[in-house]
């Protein structure tokens, strides 16, 4: 027979022994069922978590139609409970609004502003089955980090956010330097591990709402929401560093691989984020021009 949430189970072994197993825990999520973000999961953890465009959320939504702190989740008894809070746009469970804090079902539809979500009440095949969906889309294969559909998407977004709210906004754009070399001399497994495990070294440097992907061969993309070029210049160099310290082994050899780094801060000439993707584009090329491992912003 199941045991009931959170009660523990008694088991009994063939020799009389009693032990007694720990309750599972089921982890709530929420599926982004519309936005850039589409197929995202979010996992509510902890006794309580925010929702909003502020960067202090637990979960931070950049979207013009999700107020700074827009809404609260609590964990109860193994509920999930939503309150609105004091949102512009409101928000709705199944396009009720809440009027105060109430209790998700498995299923609920939650709507925040204009971006829709699917309430799970714990892990199963569905939600499961929408966050490999979702890394299918946004995953470069290669890497591990996002690919170049979602980062392009990402820095569109938190470009329009910048504007829109006269908030500072950087990118941090570079590529492996002599990285045909590697190919050409120990192949191209070689090389697909170089830039997997580069990948990994730079992803490990970043704040928590830093978005790093590739933009394809071994160009690579960090975005920087509310950060100015002096901090990323700062993340741009311990990144710069991190690469040329770390030891690449591959099937025995020793690598040493640098990167090339340029960074840019959104403009009021900007009129697009291409703009400031082409900025920092020019100022990787002129790392390379002046002798490579270094950064230019």
Request: glycine share 10%.
């Given at each position: 027979?199941?045991?009931?949430?959170?009660?523990?189970?008694?088991?009994?072994?063939?020799?009389?022994?009693?032990?007694?197993?720990?309750?599972?825990?089921?982890?709530?999520?929420?599926?982004?069922?519309?936005?850039?973000?589409?197929?995202?999961?979010?996992?509510?953890?902890?006794?309580?978590?925010?929702?909003?465009?502020?960067?202090?959320?637990?979960?931070?939504?950049?979207?013009?139609?999700?107020?700074?702190?827009?809404?609260?989740?609590?964990?109860?008894?193994?509920?999930?409970?939503?309150?609105?809070?004091?949102?512009?746009n409101g928000t709705f469970i199944n396009d009720i609004p809440v009027s105060s804090r109430t209790e998700l079902r498995d299923g609920d539809m939650v709507r925040l502003g204009s971006i829709q979500f699917k309430f799970f009440a714990h892990d199963n095949v569905e939600s499961v089955f929408h966050d490999q969906i979702y890394r299918m889309a946004t995953i470069d294969a290669g890497t591990q980090i996002f690919n170049r559909n979602y980062l392009l998407e990402t820095l569109e977004s938190a470009f329009n956010y910048s504007r829109s709210y006269d908030r500072p906004l950087s990118v941090i754009y570079y590529d492996l330097d002599y990285f045909k070399k590697i190919n050409d001399a120990y192949g191209h497994s070689c090389g697909d591990y170089v830039l997997r495990e580069s990948a990994q070294v730079a992803q490990a440097c970043l704040r928590k709402d830093d978005v790093i992907g590739r933009l394809g061969g071994e160009e690579f993309l960090v975005v920087l929401p509310n950060a100015t070029a002096r901090k990323g210049v700062e993340l741009a160099d311990r990144i710069r560093e991190s690469v040329e310290r770390h030891e690449f082994e591959f099937e025995g050899k020793r690598l040493v691989q640098t990167i090339s780094i340029g960074v840019s801060e959104i403009q009021p000439a900007f009129r697009t984020y291409k703009d400031l993707l082409d900025d920092a584009d020019r100022k990787l090329y002129q790392s390379k021009n002046d002798g490579r491992n270094r950064v230019t912003a």
């Open positions: 027979m199941a045991s009931k949430p959170g009660v523990t189970t008694r088991v009994t072994t063939s020799r009389g022994k009693i032990y007694r197993r720990p309750p599972t825990r089921k982890r709530a999520c929420l599926i982004q069922y519309t936005g850039d973000a589409l197929g995202r999961r979010y996992v509510l953890e902890g006794a309580e978590i925010t929702l909003g465009r502020g960067a202090t959320n637990g979960i931070v939504i950049l979207d013009v139609s999700v107020s700074r702190d827009h809404a609260r989740f609590y964990a109860r008894h193994n509920a999930i409970e939503i309150e609105d809070l004091d949102s512009s």
